[in-house]
């Protein structure tokens, strides 16, 4: 691909900003179960009482798994890109070393 330049420190840019996207999901999702505990005896014991408050708490459990998965995933993203831009400038050296060995060798000969 021509043109084309990884920048490692902008990768782990990168993944600095993910972790901070999924620190905000997190406190987003600390907030949202501190409010809903709140309303947790807020049905009542009667049948209709108790079968919405068992909804309630299906709908609760639900988005808590979907968002607990994002946080997951944010987590698994930003190490994967952390992980790309130290290969990739690992990588950038080992190269450049062998062409220096290789101009090495070639003046030698």
Do not use: W
Request: proline content about 1%; charged content about 30%.
């Amino acid at each position: 691909m021509s043109g084309f330049e990884v920048e490692p420190e902008t990768m782990r840019q990168s993944a600095d900003e993910l972790d901070v996207a999924k620190d905000e999901v997190q406190a987003m999702l600390d907030q949202f179960i501190g409010m809903v505990e709140q309303y947790a005896d807020a049905f009542g014991g009667d049948t209709i009482g108790s079968l919405v408050g068992v909804g309630h708490q299906l709908c609760v459990d639900k988005f808590t798994e979907c968002l607990t998965a994002n946080i997951e995933d944010l987590t698994g993203l930003a190490q994967a890109v952390r992980e790309m831009g130290d290969d990739h400038e690992t990588a950038d050296g080992e190269i450049g070393e062998s062409f220096k060995k290789l101009q090495g060798d070639l003046k030698s000969t």
